[in-house]
């Protein structure tokens, strides 16, 4: 993966690209100094290479010029994704296997935020796949995509809350919420963006707390 990433340095050398080893930081910018939400995750076991967090942000112009904001298909308005990004994404190796990792941090388990967290690790990864396939060395099949949602734990009222709603975006909400990851069907959205199968995994922080450490074998065995 070195051989990828140096490549790609010298193409985008104004994207910063950080080395991981054995763990990395990724925070919510909004929200730190605020104790009423949630501001930094650890992860640890990890090693690879982090990108910044304004990447997929910056690869979002381009959508924003071309694409409508919205998409109707078939009397159901779909938002576009491609106008999304997420926190932060790692490309990193384990067990022989190479993944990217695209990782939303929110405070609530709130139903719109939840699902807007998916939308923005859908389009982030949509969108970085695009760009590392203008660099030598990149194999999308190599990698296995996975989101990592964190959020404070779900309360009963937010549970709920979200029990009672109708529609694609709370059925995702409470599966997600129940056994922590949902796996997404690649090609199976309506609007017919091009990605492979995508697993999205929820972490809930107990108490509250504002900041949270765990393992990256907690989801990856």
Request: aromatic share 14%; hydrophobic share 35%; glycine share 6%.
């Amino acid at each position: 993966m070195k051989t990828l990433i140096d490549n790609y340095k010298l193409i985008y050398p104004k994207i910063p690209v950080t080395d991981v080893n054995g763990s990395i930081v990724v925070e919510e910018p909004d929200n730190l100094g605020d104790p009423t939400k949630f501001q930094s995750l650890e992860i640890n076991g990890i090693n690879g290479f982090a990108f910044d967090h304004y990447l997929a942000k910056n690869m979002s112009s381009f959508a924003q010029i071309a694409s409508p904001s919205t998409f109707y298909i078939s009397g159901d308005q779909w938002d576009n994704i491609l106008y999304d990004d997420c926190d932060r994404i790692i490309l990193f190796e384990k067990n022989g296997q190479k993944y990217m990792l695209f990782c939303e941090l929110k405070s609530g388990y709130l139903l719109k935020q939840i699902f807007h967290a998916r939308c923005q690790l859908l389009g982030s990864y949509i969108k970085m796949k695009g760009l590392m396939s203008t660099v030598r060395g990149f194999a999308e099949n190599d990698f296995i995509p996975i989101g990592l949602i964190v959020s404070f734990e779900s309360t009963s009222e937010q549970r709920n809350n979200y029990s009672k709603k109708q529609g694609f975006d709370a059925s995702f909400v409470r599966k997600l919420d129940k056994a922590k990851k949902v796996d997404i069907i690649g090609n199976k959205s309506p609007v017919p963006f091009n990605y492979n199968d995508f697993s999205i995994y929820h972490l809930g922080v107990p108490d509250n707390k504002v900041s949270y450490s765990f393992d990256i074998n907690d989801i990856i065995p």
